[in-house]
């Protein structure tokens, strides 16, 4: 079955701190994959997307994702984290088919220390 | 950029009542939207994906009867929980598609509590 892992549930980490976040997919076929950030009150915004090409993307707000066919991951990494990215993020997946069909892990919740 | 609007963010209802909650595509036309349910802590799932004009698909294991999906419009799509018991108390989301983009953009969600 089609599934999206995120090992890291919750993660607290100090002002200028690097942030690492796993995501693990497992599906047959190829994948678009993405991550989503859901701020505290608000809706879920796309961080950055992987659909071909370069495995290495770069989202907003100083994000980026490699992607690893092999190992099948996509983690989410940032530098230096800000006390504003103090959020929720998920990550999800999608076959390339077409279809807008996401199936989303099940989030990690990050806490940045001013 | 392109929004879509939920309504209501929170409602509260009792046991037995039928709730409806609505999807806007603010700005763009979306001929398919997906309702998700978010229980706390857990992922999104797909509950059903509603097609402009025709019947919704329900994913495996969600009662059509129970969660009622209108797509009357392109810029509209109801989800009606009807006779709602605590155990639908949940975060319900929307989401549409943007067209040449690829990516789905998503409602704020609607927290429903049933007593």
């Known amino acids: 079955a089609q599934s999206v892992s995120q090992h890291n549930h919750h993660v607290i980490l100090s002002e200028a701190a690097s942030l690492e976040l796993g995501c693990n997919y497992s599906y047959g076929g190829t994948v678009n994959l993405f991550w989503y950030v859901q701020y505290p009150g608000q809706h879920l915004q796309l961080l950055l997307k992987y659909f071909s090409g370069d495995p290495l993307v770069k989202g907003i707000k100083g994000f980026e994702a490699e992607f690893i066919k092999s190992k099948f991951s996509f983690n989410l990494r940032k530098p230096s984290v800000q006390w504003s990215d103090t959020a929720e993020y998920f990550c999800?997946?999608?076959?390339?088919?077409?279809?807008?069909?996401?199936?989303f892990g099940t989030g990690t919740r990050l806490k940045v220390l001013a | 950029g392109a929004v879509v609007s939920q309504h209501p963010s929170r409602v509260i209802c009792k046991s037995g009542t039928s709730v409806k909650i609505e999807c806007r595509s603010l700005?763009?036309?979306?001929?398919?939207m997906f309702w998700y349910r978010q229980f706390p802590k857990q992922s999104l799932m797909l509950m059903a994906t509603s097609n402009e004009g025709s019947k919704a698909t329900y994913e495996q294991g969600v009662e059509k009867d129970k969660f009622l999906i209108n797509h009357a419009s392109l810029t509209l799509s109801t989800l009606t929980v009807t006779s709602a018991h605590p155990e639908d108390s949940s975060f319900y989301i929307c989401s549409a598609p943007l067209r040449g983009a690829n990516v789905l953009t998503f409602g704020a969600g609607s927290r429903l509590t049933v007593l």
């Open positions: 999800a997946v999608t076959p390339t088919s077409g279809t807008y069909k996401y199936i």
């Open positions: 700005d763009f036309q979306a001929t398919t």
